[in-house]
């Protein structure tokens, strides 16, 4: 590693008001969403021309340092923590939208476009960008790609890497490659699909080709509330079993309800145990149609109480509340571990129960929100730091819950990425084997694993825990962990 | 040509095993698409006609896995008997064509319309790599990000990073009822217009080809849904286009479809990726040199019949910047036209087959 040439050239190159070095000019960088890791880079450099991004990684390359991409720095997994002296590329500034195409129903972007603008910019031709993490006001389509990135709408439409067709992108060794195009489909191996999720081990995606759809015509939405979490958990197993094809399917429990309500004043049923909300959309004729059905459906899961969403307004309350219910939980709390692990969607019943039980056993609060139509759980633990023994507890919890995520024949994450987080737990889901070989297709992309080093494989160094507490953009309700 | 080996492996031990002890092999499934397992003199046929059954499969849970040479058919079945169905459509299901073939190929049809295509719903690939190694991507839940997409990278591989021996998809409920419209147009322009519409348009639609037919442009457009509602949808879609009218004998059309029906024995069947843009000028070429052509997806792809020199229209795909896929005829190597991210297919191939066990990706 030769920081010292690199940080001479990089200054050649990039103008300084654009290349951090001060401690007190990178200290936003030093963390993302998962605040319990920090790590100081050597310089930040902020990124305004692909070519400057495509320079950077290819200095990175020469003299073997190792750099991290980053966009908003909303990840949950610790995907966008820097490496102690190393580089962060922020991508903020690269965020023009290229091309957006209605005939083709396609927007070519730049990384640090924001998730929502893209929706924003599509909107007048009736279009939208389906996926729709909850943090879309303020994360980027780079940061969406690298982590391969969900949301509440994915049960039809798929995830980031569904609405992806093409990228402009620079390995990590500097060369850069055109992957996919603008076309949906494709042939020779599904490069595109490939590259996405790669937690940015495979470099930076510089130029993005991104999937439109239409808005539908209409959208039904009902609430039922049931006595107990896992009566809801078994309405979303009817429901998928009844040949519905919700747009979203998501549940809260007694905790989150009670926090969602402090906070925005929902309606939402108070003396409920869990909420499930539903929603369909497509043509009117159909989904009119479907929602008779789906109610029946409801109705037979013997629920306590079903509202039906009269209009937009009363629509967009129900999703406030859903939307607004993490953060809220969050300031029930000094701190909080969320996780993000997936189950089969027959066995939600089961593992919501489960969590009751590990919550119960090891003393702490769990509350649930969560994308139940695809099994995505996102139980959130409670804890105080400064109470000697709670985190330990708290990560203790978290373990189990992972591990019952694999044991039910799931995953460790469904849309929030390894990154820092998880990589411990990559063993129980991987084999060896499976290990091995994802290394060695990533050396062979990046042989000095300089790209976003320490994420997604599991490491001897155990990175340490420094700080807890909500993150500076959560506090201002700009991000919320879902 | 000499005459070619084959080895029919019947559990992934045996898989290992013969990768281990043949130096070129190439990978066949239903041989439905036989340009792409063309053999050079001395490869080894490895077929996968004994690695059948779904391993797995709870109709509520809306995900199977399956064996790679399971036949499309018994999947299609199996899934029938419980309303639901492979939405991506992959062709040549009568034909014989397995589930491991299309993953390899890459291949959807016309139904992939409504939700995407086979990269869309393939969550779980486990394949034998050339060092014989097993490798599992992905899981067995809809919805995972946890480790590389290996899965997307077998979409489109041919057989030529290793041997897909299990996969897991994520399936959907099939519409109860379906309904075709047939919307002749006047002008090439015209149908691109149309489709433009339909594409941003509210309606659901299952599938909208392309055909030209005698000459003039015919637009097939299908609906599916609920029986209830599908013929007031049906009727709302053709006083939205102000033309067309219902398809007799519609399961038989997109039957055939699946079938290639259309394309006529002794010519080289390509597939090629497209955008609306492209479709005029390409158009100008299959026209000029008689070849039929069958456009799906809404024009994000083109089925190409050709009669004429490979050369030809290798050359018309490489200068539009197009690829091409051959499936069936003769041709030394599937791929034609431009090749964006071949560098990074060849990196990743000297992992998983250091020795080129499989051919050329």
Redesign the interface.
């Known amino acids: 590693m030769q920081l010292g040439n690199l940080l001479h050239d990089l200054e050649q190159s990039i103008p300084a008001e654009r290349l951090l070095r001060r401690p007190a000019q990178m200290t936003p960088y030093e963390s993302d969403a998962l605040t319990a890791f920090r790590a100081r880079p050597a310089a930040v450099v902020l990124a305004e021309t692909q070519d400057e991004v495509i320079q950077t990684v290819r200095l990175c390359h020469q003299y073997d340092v190792p750099f991290v991409a980053r966009g908003s720095g909303t990840s949950l997994s610790g995907g966008s923590l820097p490496v102690e002296d190393g580089v962060v590329i922020a991508l903020n500034r690269l965020n023009r939208i290229l091309r957006l195409d209605?005939?083709?129903?396609i927007a070519v972007v730049e990384p640090g476009v924001i998730n929502l603008d893209v929706s924003r910019a599509a909107a007048p031709?009736?279009?939208y960008y389906a996926p729709d993490p909850s943090s879309q006001l303020i994360c980027t389509i780079g940061g969406n790609v690298a982590?391969?990135s969900?949301g509440a709408h994915?049960?039809?439409?798929?995830?980031t890497?569904?609405h992806v067709l093409g990228i402009k992108a620079v390995?990590p060794d500097g060369?850069i490659?055109?992957?996919?195009?603008?076309?949906?489909?494709?042939?020779?191996?599904?490069?595109t699909?490939?590259f996405?999720?790669?937690e940015g081990l495979f470099g930076v995606a510089l130029e993005i080709t991104l999937r439109l759809l239409?808005?539908?015509?209409l959208y039904r939405t009902v609430l039922a509330a049931y006595d107990s979490l896992e009566a809801a958990g078994e309405a979303v197993?009817r429901v998928?079993?009844s040949?519905?094809?919700p747009g979203a399917m998501e549940i809260m429990d007694a905790l989150a309800i009670e926090a969602a309500e402090a906070a925005v004043h929902a309606g939402y049923p108070r003396d409920a145990a869990a909420l499930l909300i539903v929603e369909l959309e497509?043509?009117r004729?159909?989904v009119e149609?479907?929602f008779a059905h789906l109610l029946q459906v409801i109705e037979a899961s013997g629920p306590k109480t079903v509202t039906v969403a009269k209009d937009d307004a009363d629509r967009a309350r129900i999703w406030k509340g859903r939307k607004s219910a993490f953060s809220a939980v969050g300031r029930l709390s000094p701190d909080y571990l969320v996780q993000d692990g997936?189950?089969?969607?027959?066995r939600l019943g089961e593992a919501l129960a489960t969590i009751e039980r590990l919550s119960r056993a090891h003393q702490l609060r769990v509350a649930n929100v969560f994308?139940a139509g695809?099994?995505?759980l996102h139980p959130l633990i409670l804890f105080n730091g400064r109470v000697p023994g709670e985190l330990e507890r708290a990560e203790a919890l978290a373990g189990e819950i992972i591990r019952m995520c694999i044991d039910l024949?799931?995953?460790?994450?469904?849309?929030?990425?390894?990154g820092m987080e998880?990589r411990q737990h990559?063993p129980a889901?991987?084999?060896e084997?499976?290990?091995a070989?994802?290394a060695?297709?990533?050396r062979?992309?990046d042989p000095g694993e300089i790209a976003n080093r320490g994420k997604?494989f599991p490491s001897g160094e155990a990175p340490t825990l420094r700080s807890h507490g909500p993150h500076p953009l959560e506090r201002q309700g700009l991000i919320s962990r879902e | 040509m000499s005459a070619t080996t084959t080895i029919a492996p019947a559990n992934l031990e045996e898989v290992q095993t013969a990768i281990c002890a043949h130096e070129r092999l190439v990978v066949r499934g239903g041989g439905t698409k036989p340009a792409l397992s063309t053999t050079d003199d001395g490869a080894t046929v490895l077929a996968t006609h004994r690695l059948t059954g779904i391993v797995e499969y709870?109709?509520?849970?809306?995900?199977f896995t399956a064996r790679a040479g399971t036949p499309l058919q018994e999947i299609a079945a199996t899934l029938a008997e419980h309303?639901q169905y492979l939405p991506f459509d992959p062709p040549l299901v009568a034909a014989g064509a397995t589930l491991g073939g299309t993953i390899a190929a890459?291949l959807?049809g016309s139904g992939?319309q409504r939700?995407?295509?086979v990269?869309?719903f393939l969550i779980g690939v486990r394949f034998v790599?050339g060092q014989g190694?097993?490798?599992?991507?992905g899981?067995?839940?809809?919805?995972?990000?946890?480790?590389?997409?290996?899965p997307?990278?077998?979409?489109?591989?041919?057989g030529r990073?290793g041997v897909v021996v299990e996969a897991s998809f994520k399936v959907?409920?099939q519409p109860s009822q379906y309904a075709t419209v047939r919307a002749p147009q006047l002008t090439l322009d015209d149908a691109l217009a149309t489709i433009?519409r339909l594409?941003?348009?509210?309606?659901?639609l299952e599938a909208v080809d392309l055909l030209i037919e005698d000459g003039a442009p015919v637009l097939y457009i299908r609906q599916g849904?609920?029986a209830?509602?599908l013929a007031?949808?049906q009727q709302?879609l053709l006083t939205w286009l102000g033309g067309g009218a219902p398809l007799a004998d519609e399961a038989a059309f997109w039957a055939d479809a699946n079938a290639f029906a259309w394309v006529p024995a002794d010519c080289t069947l390509v597939?090629?990726?497209?955008?609306?843009?492209t479709i005029p000028v390409l158009e100008q070429v299959l026209h000029a040199h008689g070849a039929q052509r069958r456009y799906f997806?809404g024009g994000?792809?083109v089925w190409i019949a050709w009669t004429g020199e490979l050369d030809t229209l290798d050359a018309f795909l490489t200068t539009l910047q197009l690829?091409?896929?051959i499936l069936r005829g003769a041709a030394p190597w599937p791929?034609i036209g431009a090749?964006?991210?071949?560098?990074?297919?060849a990196?990743?191939k000297?992992?998983?087959d250091p020795t080129n066990r499989f051919p050329t990706?």
């Open positions: 209605p005939t083709q129903r031709h009736g279009l982590f391969n969900g994915c049960l039809k439409y798929g995830m890497a569904n390995l060369e490659v055109q992957l996919g195009g603008a076309s949906l489909e494709v042939v020779g191996p599904d490069l699909g490939f996405v999720g790669s239409p808005k539908p015509e197993a998928v079993a040949g519905l094809l497509g043509e004729i159909q149609a479907e997936v189950v089969p969607r027959s994308h695809d099994g995505n024949g799931g995953s460790i994450t469904g849309e929030h990425g390894v998880k990559m889901m991987f084999t084997t499976d290990l070989v994802m060695e297709l990533r062979a992309l997604m | 709870t109709p509520g849970e809306f995900v309303g890459g959807s992939r939700y995407g295509g990269r869309d790599d190694r097993l490798v599992r991507g899981g067995k839940v809809v919805k995972n990000a946890a480790g590389f997409d290996l997307r990278l077998f979409v489109g591989s041919i990073l959907f409920p433009a594409n941003r348009s509210t309606f659901d849904g609920l209830t509602t007031a949808r709302s597939k090629t990726p497209l955008t609306l843009h997806g994000a792809a690829s091409g896929l791929f090749r964006p991210g071949a560098t990074l297919a990196r990743v000297r992992v998983l990706l």
